[in-house]
């Protein structure tokens, strides 16, 4: 089964998570998130420094303009992304068919992120 990007943590370096069915989480070397990673990105992607250091980018799935996209693919991503107090990056992604769906669905990842591994927020 096919991994999707799920969001990122950059600090010096960036830090890709990936997930197949956003239940279970995964760093590249496939490498299965624990608890306390989770609860990191749930914090980390609920503190931006400032309205200005958030936001939403809708564009479409693809590798670039000369790769034909695979049917079974969304066709749009959704990144939702934030620069905390330290100058960190974290980005959590949805997909869809519209962007709407996109938008939603990052944003119900957003909410699961929050609910799940913040839940003293």
């Known amino acids: 089964m096919k991994k999707y990007k799920a969001g990122s943590f950059c600090y010096n370096e960036e830090i ?3 997930t197949d069915d956003f239940i279970s989480f995964y760093k590249e070397n496939d490498e299965e998130l624990t608890k306390d990673d989770m609860e990191e990105w749930a914090v980390w992607i609920n503190s931006p ?6 936001k939403y980018e809708i564009k479409c799935n693809c590798k670039d303009a000369y790769m034909q996209m695979k049917e079974n693919e969304p066709v749009w991503k959704c990144e ?9 990056s974290i980005s959590v992604i949805g997909y869809g068919n519209t962007e709407f769906e996109a938008l939603e ?17």
């Open 80 to 88: 939702y992304s934030i620069v905390d107090y330290e100058g960190i």
């Open 49 to 54: 420094w400032s309205q200005v250091h958030e």
């Open 105 to 121: 669905n990052c944003k119900d990842h957003f909410k699961m992120l929050q609910e799940k591994y913040n839940t003293e927020n």
């Open 16 to 18: 890709v998570y990936y």
